[in-house]
């Protein structure tokens, strides 16, 4: 049996092909990056046509590469929710014609849900209970996942997502968007405790975050105050190296933080994560530390299974099962469910 899935919340524009087993057969995704770099971020109305150019071509490249035809899909998944609204429209409509059209059932999935569930994917092993930590361009947010259909927020950003932060603080250094790559190369030459930048609720015995205050002392310390005595020092390659440093180990430290918390709070041994940001290696390794003195598991994916992508939608292998299936009334979801 095979299952076509359907990507579009942000800026990629993905489909995949896998089987009722999770194989993945294909897993294409086609970035958005070099329309976006200009402006310093993704421009919704810009995301939201570009899908519709590249969906067609990136549904065709799937099925090449699954070596199946359209006709021998037996399932249609697609992300509904959360995402840019403009975006998320485009799929979940292409996702309903197709179903009509080859009369296959139609199942919707949450985005956030799919990135823990890549850690399933390729896991040699069962990953439920687990604690899940999604950390993206577009979110930060910490599960309780009991099972793969028993999914329940624990907490999430009050303001920018850890991955969003990256960027922003990467635009007041001027090192380019997206700022997250960039922000860990430079962060290297950098001393993570030359500036002690804010962490938003360290301390506190509640699952939430928040990065705007961070963003904002980053700004003061490069930028300066308006109307504040002293003019920051000039910045030096040295000293942009410090600020990023010492801000990527703020973020570091809150999200392993809070993951450790949802470990002690559900006390589930294993901790799944999955998003953009997970590429950072000094979150990697910060993670991995800490759920060894947990005495828990960590399950990461490769990048192809953390950044955003369809194959993750084989969440709906499990949808299937159970008959959860999508009216077809079903609507794009801005906000998270
Ligand atoms: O999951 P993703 O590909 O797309 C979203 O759903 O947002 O995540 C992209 C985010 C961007 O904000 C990017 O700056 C961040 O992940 N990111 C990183 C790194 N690589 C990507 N942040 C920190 N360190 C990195 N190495
Ligand atoms: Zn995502």
Redesign the pocket.
Known sequence: MYFLALES??D?TAAAVFTEDRVVLSNVVASQNELHTQFGGVVPEIAARAHLRNLLPVIDEALRQANITIHQVNCIAVHHTPGLVGALLITVTAAKMLSVVLDVPLIALNHIQS?IYACRMSAEKEIFPCVGLV?????TAIFDCASPLQMSLLGSTRDD????A??KV?AILEIGF????K??KIAKAGNPHAFSFPRAFLKENRIEFSFSGLKTAVLYEVKGQKNAATTPPEMTTQRRADVAASF?QAVVDVLVAKSRQALHLTGYPRLAVG???I???T?RTALKVMTSDENCELFIPPMSL???NAAMAALAVEKYHVGDFAPLDLDAKPNFL
């Open positions: 919340s942000c990629e990135h950390v993206s361009g577009g979110h997502a850890a991955g969003e990256f960027d990467a997206p700022g997250g790559p922000l860990e990527q998003g953009g940001v590429a950072n290696q979150l953390c950044t955003d």
